[in-house]
């Protein structure tokens, strides 16, 4: 197994992704190799003269910044980072593909590079949710889809589902739409119409609408939504953490809402595994970026998408 890290994104970059790199090499799986994907002579020179033998450079002299256009950048630069992951995943010269730099950036490959799933209208990117039973769900879409159809939403739970039960073992998983109320009625045009074609989805658990207040209980494996609300949602989970921690209170159930504990989450719905994590990552969320992406490639989330999809 390969995974490929975008040494030159985020905010911290390079440092971060290298720093990271070094810390999960004792920790991932004996046949793991780590692809540190950038400039070689800058990160040569953070890496220590004895390099593990699990990381092994490949060489990106462009990078595609932060704030750069992400539909002009790509095909402007295809000597960057991102652009030469992709590259590596569309010929499986890697198994996953990991980045903390531009967002947009990483949707437009997947889209165009290793493209959708036959089937998927729209991918999706999940935020995981922590529950108070110490299991976890997810939540989708978070922000790649800010307008979506009820056909959309209704495959968001449809690829949401077959994530839950591969990745964390979740048999049969509970499927919600997160609404205003719990009454089926209830919410604008979308929701109502999505509500209707999940109820009659044989390839979900649907258990109907939830509200806010449940988002870490046990009434639902997966959460749905659109990437608007989805956005928003998961962004004030983080600012709670923080909001605690500058408190200096400390419980393990809210250690679940840190960023660096995360690391990272997948697109879905696209052939290959991308990671996306937060742009401010430091080294310890790299380290689990890498770790949660050789589960992903273990789970073989995409190839099971694709079966739900022919049956």
Do not use: W
């Amino acid at each position: 197994m390969k995974i490929a890290i975008d040494a030159m994104g985020g905010d911290f970059a390079p440092q971060a992704n290298i720093e990271g790199a070094l810390l999960a090499s004792p920790l991932v799986d004996k046949e793991t190799q780590i692809v540190l994907v950038g400039q070689e002579d800058v990160m040569r020179n953070l890496l220590p003269s004895s390099i593990p033998a699990n990381i092994e450079l490949v060489h990106a002299p462009e990078v595609i910044g932060m704030a750069e256009h992400p539909t002009k950048a790509l095909p402007a630069k295809p000597k960057s980072s991102i652009s030469i992951g992709f590259q590596l995943l569309k010929t499986q010269a890697v198994d996953a593909f990991c980045s903390a730099g531009n967002t947009g950036a990483m949707m437009v490959g997947s889209l165009f590079t290793v493209q959708t799933i036959p089937g998927i209208s729209r991918p999706a990117i999940i935020s995981y949710v922590p529950k108070l039973d110490g299991s976890t769900g997810i939540i989708l879409d978070v922000g790649a889809n800010t307008d979506c159809k009820p056909e959309h939403l209704v495959q968001f739970g449809e690829i949401g589902s077959v994530f839950c039960k591969y990745f964390f073992q979740t048999q049969n998983p509970k499927v919600a739409l997160l609404n205003l109320g719990e009454e089926a009625e209830k919410g604008n045009l979308t929701i109502k119409e999505t509500h209707k074609l999940m109820a009659q989805s044989s390839k979900i658990n649907f258990v109907g609408n939830i509200e806010g207040r449940d988002l870490f209980n046990d009434k639902a494996d997966v959460i749905v939504c659109d990437g608007f609300v989805g956005n928003i949602v998961i962004k004030m989970a983080e600012s709670y953490y923080d909001i605690l921690k500058h408190k200096n209170f400390t419980d393990p159930f809210f250690d679940n809402f840190s960023y660096e504990l995360i690391g990272g989450t997948p697109i879905l719905g696209i052939n290959g595994n991308v990671m996306i994590a937060h742009g401010i990552s430091n080294g310890e969320t790299i380290k689990n970026v890498i770790l949660t992406a050789q589960k992903v490639v273990r789970a073989n989330i995409h190839t099971h998408i694709k079966e739900m999809l022919q049956k």
